[in-house]
């Protein structure tokens, strides 16, 4: 089964920029999708199809995806971006969604 | 605006059933597809579950497949999810997710808690 792979941590000063990478194999021939979940809170989409955004999310949040890695940045960080990053993709292999594991912002 | 709502849970035993309901509102239902994910207690996502715009096609994870069944009532604009013989591993927070395509959540509703323990 398709695997996505994030580090499970990632910390920055504000004002810094966080970059969140999501490994899979050949992972730029798929659609990458990327969810912000706060502590409590529902996930919420915050990059689609590997670089878009959907209504309401800030610019500072872009999307690029190439070879076996996605990676979401998030520049000027503030301390309300600390949350839990998911990658996600459609696996057309078998018909599964695939999450990976999640990585924590911590804003230092 | 778009709303989900999600009902239903509550605690099961092993072996027990459970029927979530999601009651969506604020855009075309009949047009999108519709998912479940859950998340266990300090842990990540998982997908349980999607289906069509029309019901027809439905899809779920290896863990759930025979045991969960997701369907769609597109007059009452309401995804359910029916779960038989539930195991402790169930235990979850389960959230309904309409789809911008499949398989790509566009927009989450708060959640229910399920918890399976005798």
């Known amino acids: 089964s398709y695997v996505l792979t994030q580090p499970p941590s990632v910390s920055v000063a504000p004002g810094q920029t966080a970059r969140f990478t999501c490994g899979g194999d050949d992972i730029g021939s798929k659609s990458v999708h990327w969810y912000q979940q706060k502590p409590g809170q529902a996930p919420m989409l915050v990059i689609y199809y590997n670089s878009d955004r959907p209504s309401g999310i800030p610019a500072r949040f872009s999307g690029s995806s190439s070879g076996s890695t996605a990676i979401l940045t998030v520049s000027s960080v503030e301390a309300g971006d600390e949350a839990d990053y998911y990658c996600q993709v459609w696996s057309s292999a078998n018909n599964h969604v695939v999450f990976g594991g999640g990585t924590k912002l911590t804003v230092l | 605006e778009v709303q989900l709502v999600e009902t239903g849970g509550g605690l099961a035993q092993p072996g027990e059933s459970l029927r979530l309901s999601c009651a969506a509102s604020g855009f075309t239902f009949i047009t999108y597809a519709m998912s479940w994910v859950r998340q266990a207690p300090g842990k990540g996502l998982e997908w349980v579950s999607s289906?069509?715009?029309?019901?027809?096609?439905?899809y779920y994870a290896d863990s759930v497949k025979g045991r969960f069944t997701i369907s769609r009532d597109n007059s009452d604009n309401t995804v359910f999810l029916h779960m038989n013989s539930l195991r402790a591993e169930d235990t979850a927070v389960y959230y309904c997710?309409?789809?911008?395509?499949?398989?790509?959540?566009?927009?989450w509703g708060q959640g229910t808690l399920v918890t399976v323990s005798s």
């Open positions: 289906i069509s715009p029309s019901g027809g096609t439905t």
């Open positions: 997710a309409k789809d911008w395509q499949l398989g790509d959540f566009e927009f």
